[in-house]
């Protein structure tokens, strides 16, 4: 399944989910006013014709009734998604997850934390989202981890104390692949509602549990028992569709993310290593945090403990047999008898024993085996098929992750350090918008000074040599890098940032294909993350409704990729009959690019996800209709896809 169709298929366990809830509300609803009938009727005066007499009065109080516990059950739930709005990091942190700043000597200096930063941002960069946070639940012994957020510019990545003491580098990395393909299929949105939907439907029970507490002796104390043991009772219909809710939501997500990351890796032995020893050893993925009830169906494993009907993942062992066909259940026992005593580790880059420095006994001390990959020269030029490239959305493979290795491992130390600084990330970025010659590199400066001062100025100038002798490719994921530390800053500070940048780009008057690409990428990735719960999770609009913005950005691709006005003429018809054949569109690309583009992908990025696909099967086609795809070029294809939520991989895949 390719990633439009996961997105259409995000899109059904929406309308199921509401479904389900709207059928637990009526049942809540119904209970309650059953509860309130009986106490009304009891309360009157215990006589039957006292109750007749009040049956007319009673229709108003069941009608008050609903109100009040829809309203209940409404404003709850809104609440809830409202104080989840900030995004992937307010969830980790409301189940007790510590924050590891990459730039705090503790975290930078810590073998277990460098290893699962450097996984995490290689992931990253390979999958073409940016950096996310990453979080640690420090008092978790069990193997687990999530992801959250509402899109990948605010997602958070979450592992467990028990991923970083058990997990070997080849296993920690499958099931850090797991969860970013719940960041690049759209999962993450949906856990983010279902939890605002599961705390409005467990509310009443929640009501019943106070009132039992402040419950007193006095007269009407029976009564406000009674009431309260009843809506306890009635929350357990809450709980009841709410476990269903989330059984029915995540099962069939956890195969598919378990394939993902296999063919992400390319090895099956990570992710599976990982699921047998939460088979094998007495912690399993089981939490302690109280919170783990309404986030289970977030977990790589189960955290909770449920019985088969309610369980929100499938059973360990298919999970291992669908990526390990030859798995032997012994294998299980060999892991628990070598974990019961557990030895010290050597704490050497590539050991494959230990993350955090402990190791089972007898534990190899083999070193890592993957090898980077070598990134293409400066004026390399691919040829592209479009079938192949529109697989490669939010599905990178091995190649990519060996490219993205090779590109991490490349960016000197210094700039990463800096991009890891919330007071140097911003430097970071700006210096990759300066431009190669010194006289306009000195308006851009002076531009620097008037906005941020005479210290930015100079860290800048610091640094822009290092940036200077980037690769290509380096350039954008060294502002992927710097994102989580740019999010950091006051909502003033990064608009005014994003006008500077802005600025910076058209200080001569025109605009290269590397600085749109950088300006557009930190408006698309940082901004965004101001306020990610009103980022459209999928759009509705058709091709037909976008016939304009496909004619700009398919004409603007075209023009920059061929040098001849007659070859990107013939390269914006066979782009625009990939997406709208019959259009018969005219080639009349636009004057000012900039402006053209920035007005088209917001619209076109509300498209439904079939018409995505096709969007993104034309651009490829038109910006390679030359045979021949520079590195820049491919850059700015990435972008695009980028502004559109469909993520590319650094290596686009090439024609056979």
């Known amino acids: 399944m390719n990633f439009f169709a996961q997105q259409d298929r995000a899109r059904a366990q929406t309308r199921r989910m509401l479904v389900l809830f709207t059928i637990a509300v009526v049942c809540i609803v119904a209970a309650v006013d059953l509860v309130v009938a009986i106490a009304f009727g009891v309360m009157g ?40 709005r900030a995004g992937g990091g307010v969830v980790a942190r409301q189940l007790g997850a510590t924050l590891l700043d990459p730039h705090d000597p503790a975290v930078a200096g810590n073998f277990a934390y460098k290893r699962l930063r450097n996984v ?19 008092n978790e012994p069990g193997i687990n981890a999530f992801a959250s957020g509402y899109t990948s510019s605010d997602a958070a990545i979450t592992v467990t104390r028990g991923c970083l003491d058990k997990l070997t580098r080849d296993e920690l990395q499958g ?66 569709f709410g476990r269903l809710i989330k059984a029915g939501v995540s099962r069939q ?54 019985s088969a009907l309610f369980a929100t993942h499938p059973p360990l062992h298919k999970r291992i047999l669908a990526i390990d066909p030859q798995f032997d259940p012994q294998e299980l026992v060999a892991i628990a008898k070598a974990w019961s005593a557990p030895v010290e580790a050597v704490d050497e880059e590539g050991a494959e024993v230990s993350i955090s420095g402990l190791a089972p006994a007898g534990a190899s001390r083999a070193r890592a085996s993957a090898t980077p990959g070598v990134l293409p020269p400066v004026d390399a030029a691919i040829a592209l098929t479009p079938n192949k490239v529109v697989t490669q959305v939010a599905h ?9 290795s090779a590109i991490h491992t490349t960016i000197a130390d210094t700039l990463r350090a800096y991009a890891y600084s919330a007071e140097r990330a911003p430097q970071v970025v700006l210096a990759l918008a300066l431009d190669a010659g010194a006289d306009l590199r000195a308006k851009q400066l002076g531009l620097i000074e008037k906005y941020f001062g005479t210290a930015t100025r100079a860290g800048i100038e610091e640094i822009a040599a290092d940036v200077a002798n980037l690769h290509p490719m380096q350039r954008l994921p060294l502002a992927q890098l710097a994102f989580p530390a ?24 025109r605009v290269q294909l590397e600085e749109y ?23 509705s609009s058709k091709l037909t409704d976008c016939a304009t913005e496909i004619i700009t950005v398919v004409a603007t691709i075209a023009r920059y990729g061929n040098d001849d006005a007659a070859e990107a003429a013939r390269a914006f018809q066979l782009g625009m009959h990939e997406v709208l054949p019959d259009a018969n569109a005219r080639y009349a690309p636009p004057e000012d690019f900039v402006r053209a583009l920035d007005a088209a992908l917001p619209k076109l ?52």
């Open 45 to 84: 005066d215990g006589h039957r014709n006292a109750y007749r007499a009040a049956a007319s009065p009673q229709t108003g109080v069941l009608v008050a009734t609903t109100l009040v516990v829809l309203a209940v059950i409404g404003c709850s739930m809104l609440y809830k998604i409202s104080s989840l």
């Open 120 to 138: 995490v941002e290689e992931i990253a960069i390979a999958s073409g989202v940016p950096v996310p946070e990453v979080y640690v639940l420090e």
């Open 175 to 240: 099931v850090i692949a797991h969860e970013f393909s719940h960041v690049l299929n759209g999962d993450m949105r949906l856990n983010i509602r279902l939890m605002g939907v599961l705390f409005g439907i467990l509310v009443i029970g929640i009501v019943g549990s106070k009132m039992l507490q402040w419950s007193g002796r006095g007269r009407d104390s029976n009564w406000q028992v009674f009431l309260g043991i009843a809506l306890l009772i009635i929350g357990s219909i809450g709980l009841f």
């Open 253 to 306: 997500r956890e195969y598919l993310a378990d394939a993902s990351a296999v063919q992400f890796t390319r090895q099956s032995q990570g992710i599976a290593g990982a699921l047998k020893k939460i088979a094998g050893l007495a912690e399993g993925s089981k939490l302690e945090t109280s919170e783990r009830e309404e986030a289970a169906h977030m977990f790589f494993g189960d955290g909770v403990g449920y």
């Open 396 to 404: 990178p493979g091995s190649d990519d992750y060996r490219a993205a």
């Open 486 to 509: 740019l999010r950091k800053r006051a909502r003033g500070e990064l608009q005014t940032f994003v006008i500077v940048l802005r600025q910076l780009i058209q200080t001569d008057g």
């Open 517 to 539: 690409c950088l300006a557009t990428l930190v408006s698309a990735q940082v901004i965004e993350a101001l306020d990610p719960s009103k980022t459209a999770a999928g759009g």
């Open 605 to 656: 990025d509300r498209l439904v996800p079939a018409g995505k696909e096709l969007l993104v099967r034309g651009l490829t086609r038109a910006v390679g209709a030359d045979g021949m795809v520079s590195v820049s070029e491919a850059e700015l294809l990435r972008t695009i896809c980028a502004a559109l939520h469909c993520p590319l991989p650094p290596l686009l895949e090439q024609a056979a």
